[in-house]
């Protein structure tokens, strides 16, 4: 059985940085496309990052840009999302999911429906 566990989360000020991390339990994480996404009260969870294993591809959502960073660690069978210059509207509970989908192997996805294997989440809050 495959477990997602995040870690990482926590209260920080605007400008602040924070380094989530999910370490995944279970199958090979080589196979997996590993993704973050997000969801503040009274919103829909929302697409923040993912990386593939091959070629370690990456995507971001436009307002993370430039702000956050994800990387895997093969070895460790853990994902970060480094998250920099946080402001408060970064403010949400940030899920880890997975996925071995062939389609979205090489690409990544920012699909949540792509995604078939979620942890937890870690509340990430960001003050003024």
């Known amino acids: 059985q495959v477990q997602l566990v995040e870690s990482g989360g926590g209260l920080v000020q605007a400008g602040g940085s924070l380094r989530l991390s999910c370490a995944v339990s279970g199958r090979t994480f080589s196979s997996y496309v590993m993704g973050w996404f997000r969801q503040a009260p009274g919103k829909d969870r929302e697409f923040v990052a993912s990386i593939t294993f091959v070629g370690t591809r990456t995507r971001y959502t436009d307002s993370v840009k430039g702000r956050f960073t994800i990387s895997r660690d093969n070895a460790k069978n853990t994902v970060y999302l480094q998250m920099n210059s946080l402001k408060p509207e970064d403010t949400a509970i940030y899920y880890c999911?997975?996925?071995?989908?062939?389609?979205?192997?090489?690409?990544?996805?920012?699909?949540?429906?792509?995604?078939?294997?979620w942890g937890q989440g870690t509340q990430v809050t960001v003050s003024s």
């Open positions: 999911a997975a996925t071995t989908r062939a389609e979205v192997y090489y690409r990544g996805s920012s699909r949540a429906d792509d995604y078939d294997y």
